[in-house]
């Protein structure tokens, strides 16, 4: 049963436009949202996050919206540079109380073409 | 500061074999993570220890096990390797438990034949 959904495997953008990432949950228990990114031969690294009790996060070219009545989130890259190629990794936090470990969606491999 | 760092990187083992894993936190950090990464699966959560206790558990068999040190250093072992295993295994530490944000090592291929 997956909790998070990442229902795009991959995503091809030409650079310069924007790329959305979008991922889906089905815990209504998650307050806390964040995004990794990961390039083959690393660990993912941490990107951006927003709390539940927000609607939108930005930070320089990566903005966060989430939606939760439609417990949907995404990701929004602009402008894409082809060094934003990498797999994209939706994660999930439960509020205190609930279970807290991080659960992850499958990832989106993102290409940006140059 | 030094980052999260996995040995050994790469493995290879045959079934019915068992594994370790090492991770070696971030220093200062005393939460470490473990997760499963395989093709169309994304990063499943094993287990989270702090304090050198289990405090959360993923939903994978007994075969996997994990133990903390005092030093915040912990091992992942895998029993009765079958190839269903073969996997990324991925360590991440944090400053405590169930904090928001983590940091990830690179990670230890390990595949079974």
């Known amino acids: 049963d997956q909790q998070v959904k990442q229902n795009s495997p991959s995503l091809s953008v030409q650079e310069g436009r924007i790329s959305i990432l979008n991922c889906d949950y089905t815990n209504s228990m998650f307050d806390y949202f964040l995004w990794y990114k990961k390039y083959p031969a690393e660990g993912p690294t941490f990107l951006i996050s927003i709390s539940s009790i927000k609607d939108k996060n930005e930070d320089g070219r990566f903005t966060v919206f989430l939606n939760k009545s439609a417990k949907h989130l995404s990701l929004h890259i602009v402008p894409s540079q082809p060094g934003d190629s990498a797999v994209y990794f939706c994660g999930a936090k439960g509020a205190p109380g609930s279970a807290r470990q991080l659960t992850f969606g499958s990832g989106t491999q993102l290409t940006v073409l140059p | 500061k030094a980052g999260v760092t996995q040995t050994p990187r790469y493995l290879i083992k045959t079934r019915g074999q068992q594994v370790t894993l090492s991770c070696s936190p971030i220093?200062?950090?005393?939460?470490v993570s473990w997760y499963q990464q395989t093709p169309g699966q994304g990063l499943q959560f094993l287990f989270e220890?702090?304090?050198?206790?289990?405090?959360n558990k993923g939903n994978f068999p007994g075969r996997f096990s994990g133990r903390q040190f005092s030093n915040s250093r912990s091992e992942m072992n895998v029993s009765t390797l079958e190839l269903g295993d073969s996997a990324l295994y991925l360590c991440a530490s944090s400053l405590a438990q169930a904090y928001n944000e983590q940091f990830f090592g690179p990670g230890t291929r390990l595949t079974v034949l």
């Open positions: 220890y702090f304090s050198e206790t289990q405090r």
């Open positions: 220093s200062g950090h005393r939460s």
